[in-house]
């Protein structure tokens, strides 16, 4: 697959997951840090207990990313209290909305997904290319990513406040609609104005979306609303890139929060979203998430229309045949994002050596995934060789 080295350095750069297990930490003491990170957000310490690490840790590196940054933080928890307060009103209504949201809400993903792949280094721009690519990066962040999570959350809000609605109504507005009516009814309403400029994030995908910035000298001028109410604003060099990293922070606040009520109300939310199909790349994510909170990068992918073969790098100073095993149980995870009729898990060693090979029928990896076939079982399905070819 292509990308995969890119989307596993933005991994690596992006959390602390890898981090973690080259310090040592073993699988038990992320579980405990992801839960100090996130015992103030969830309901009580049964809901810890029954989320899955891989999801805990993911929610947790993403509320510490927005710790750094105390706006940013302080609009994750707005946010927060907005779904929490519309459960209070009408719980019901509050979760099938989140369930209704959850298709466009994974649609926007994917186009996160599709721009982190095609971000340019922007240090050896020009201010000309550096103002198309900043902008590219802003439209696509607001209508692409953004947008989806709004909605949602207006559908929330409209229930906080008793007013009837419908996903259809919400899918219907326009960008400029949804982000003033959360601006009317929101208790934290700079969520869509993000300071210091006080440009909405309608007029942020306007100025990107029509091509209103030009340059004047160190400045980039950009031009927003129309007739007599036409503004400009000018922006350094420095300040329109921070731009792009305050509305990745509204991005950043409206998923977070999100993907916190769902953790907190997963067994009251289990069965409601309906079954999606996720493009490779973010099943990749998913997976080399899952991975690295066991102490594994994922350092390469290969996909045919038969086959599927993942390598794995253990990041830990522990290269025993018990990883190795360890590793080896990957091929049903492996299976459940890439179904395939022969499934293959590499083990490099901490050198990148090839370990081992442990290779499984996609038959008896549905089978284990499914459940008809006891876990413990899978180990005498898979076909484990040591380098040389001997066999396990």
């Known amino acids: 697959m292509r990308n995969v080295k890119q989307l596993i350095e933005g991994l690596r750069r992006h959390s602390a997951y890898l981090d973690w297990a080259e310090d040592g930490r073993s699988p038990e003491d992320i579980k405990a840090h992801a839960e100090g990170v996130l015992v103030g957000y969830l309901s009580g310490p049964e809901t810890l207990a029954s989320i899955p690490l891989p999801a805990l840790a993911h929610e947790a590196v993403s509320v510490e990313l927005l710790q750094d940054d105390p706006w940013a933080l302080a609009m994750f928890e707005s946010v927060l209290e907005e779904y929490r307060a519309a459960a209070s ?16 809400v994974l649609r926007g993903m994917s186009e996160f997904m599709s721009l982190f792949l095609m971000e340019n280094d922007k240090d050896d721009l020009g201010l000309e290319e550096l103002r198309l690519e900043a902008f590219r990066n802003i439209g696509g962040l607001v209508e692409a990513c953004i947008k989806p999570q709004l909605q949602a959350l207006l559908r929330q ?3 906080r406040r008793r007013k009837a609605t419908s996903t259809v109504d919400i899918v219907r507005l326009k960008l400029g609609t949804v982000v003033q009516e959360l601006f009317d009814t929101l208790e934290v309403p700079e969520l869509v104005t993000p300071p210091p400029w006080g440009l909405s994030l309608g007029q ?4 990107a979306q029509h091509h209103d910035s030009w340059v004047e000298g160190d400045f980039v ?3 927003y609303d129309e007739g007599s109410l036409e503004r ?3 922006l350094t060099r420095a300040e329109l890139v921070a731009a792009i990293g305050r509305i990745h922070r509204v991005l950043g606040a409206l998923r977070t929060a999100r993907g916190v009520v769902v953790l907190d109300n997963i067994e009251q939310l289990r069965g409601r979203f309906e079954p999606c199909e996720l493009r490779p790349k973010i099943s990749l994510f998913e997976l080399a998430v899952a991975m690295a909170t066991q102490g594994f990068e994922v350092a390469d992918l290969v ?3 038969n086959a599927v073969t993942l390598s794995v790098l253990d990041v830990t ?27 293959v898990v590499k083990y490099l060693n901490g050198n990148g050596s090839l370990g081992v090979t442990a290779t499984a029928t996609g038959a008896d990896c549905e089978a284990v995934g499914s459940g008809s076939v006891p876990f413990h079982e899978l180990a005498e399905r898979i076909r484990l060789e040591l380098a040389d070819g001997t066999r396990v």
Do not use: G, K
């Open 89 to 104: 009103v009408d719980q019901a209504a509050s979760f099938a909305a989140i369930a209704d949201a959850e298709p466009a």
């Open 157 to 159: 809000v409209r229930i």
């Open 204 to 207: 942020w995908r306007n100025i």
């Open 221 to 223: 001028v950009c031009r």
């Open 232 to 234: 400009t604003v000018r």
């Open 303 to 305: 996909l045919d229309e």
């Open 317 to 343: 100073s522990d290269s025993s045949i018990r990883r190795m095993v360890h590793a080896s149980q990957f091929v049903v995870s492996v299976w459940q994002a890439f179904p395939r009729q022969t499934v």
